[in-house]
């Protein structure tokens, strides 16, 4: 009688110290991977996107629910919607059918952040919201001058107001995530251990790596921050462990758990940090608040 075959999860389960090798393998040998502490004004914001080119990994939930964190620690925290599906925007318990000013009017110029700016009061920090308008900036920044500074230039002006300013960038290299990587200081990379996973942040890296050399010398990889973890799943825990052996001190100490009411939060327009602050999801982003906060620390 034939042998059974093999489980179907061997092969991605053995393929994962590869794949994650490459990753680290193709990060930008200068400061886009570089720790050791930089000089820079203390009274200015620090801006970090964050960003993955794959779709479904946890960029919105991490980036509403740092920011809520943060504002629980004493930080002041804008958060900028750069996805048209404003996703982030109602997260925050904004309504994106109803804002006066966008992010895409603060791209083209017709207004600027100060006047556009809105608060969440559930969250407690201020939003540059966006709605489908801004799938509308795709094509008309195209032929602009400046295209991939706009946000960069129209967030100097805001940033003695902040301490941290996260921008929510969509699932894509375009030219909204440009200009994210563009303002940017550093990158927090959300992401699920899973095979597919490697795959897609071997491909975040190297678009990094190209900002970092020809947009932006001042981009790095803050940290990569395990999101939806589920420490009963094996192949979860090897890509764990391989993240943290290739990539050190760049992988985040705090570890975003699998949580539904994470899940549940935003149909509430509410952070899950606040939804349910006694929830294991808010309270390990509170942690990776205060964890954020040292790190960027080093960097000043």
């Known amino acids: 009688m034939p042998s059974p075959a093999s489980p179907v999860p061997a092969r991605p389960v053995a393929s994962a110290p590869a ?3 490459r990753a680290s393998a193709e990060a930008p040998a200068g400061a886009a991977t570089r720790s ?3 000089q820079a004004d203390p009274s200015r914001a620090r801006v970090f996107c964050i960003a993955n080119q794959k779709g479904g990994v946890g960029k919105t939930t991490t980036t509403v629910n740092l920011a809520a964190g943060l504002a629980l620690v004493g930080q002041r925290v ?3 919607d750069l996805d048209p599906q404003g996703n982030a925007t109602m997260g925050s318990g904004i309504d994106k059918r109803r804002l006066p000013h966008t992010v895409y009017d603060v791209l083209l110029e017709n207004t600027t952040v100060a006047e556009a700016v809105q608060r969440s009061e559930k969250g407690g920090y201020d939003l540059l919201g966006a709605n489908r308008e801004l799938a509308g900036a795709e094509v008309e920044l195209v032929e602009v001058e400046r295209r991939n500074t706009r946000l960069k230039q129209a967030l100097a002006a805001v940033a003695e107001r902040y301490d941290f300013v996260l921008v929510d960038c969509p699932p894509s290299l375009s030219l909204l995530t440009l200009n994210g990587l563009c303002s940017a200081h550093g990158v927090v990379v ?3 251990c899973e ?4 795959e897609g942040l071997s491909d975040l890296v190297n678009t990094i790596k190209q900002v970092h050399a020809n947009l ?3 981009l790095q990889i803050i940290g990569l921050l395990r999101v939806m973890f589920d420490p009963r799943i094996t192949l979860q825990q090897q890509v764990s462990e391989q993240l943290k052996a290739h990539f050190g001190e760049k992988v985040f100490n705090t570890v975003i758990p699998r949580n539904v009411r994470l899940a549940e939060a935003p149909s509430y327009g509410q952070p899950g940090v606040v939804f349910d602050p006694s929830s294991r999801g808010a309270q390990a982003f509170i ?3 205060r964890e954020m906060v040292q790190r960027v620390q080093t960097l000043r």
């Open 19 to 21: 794949a994650v090798a």
């Open 190 to 192: 959300p992401m699920q």
């Open 36 to 38: 050791t502490p930089r």
């Open 78 to 80: 804008l958060v900028v």
């Open 216 to 218: 932006n010398a001042e």
């Open 195 to 198: 095979y597919f996973a490697l």
């Open 287 to 289: 942690e990776f608040a």
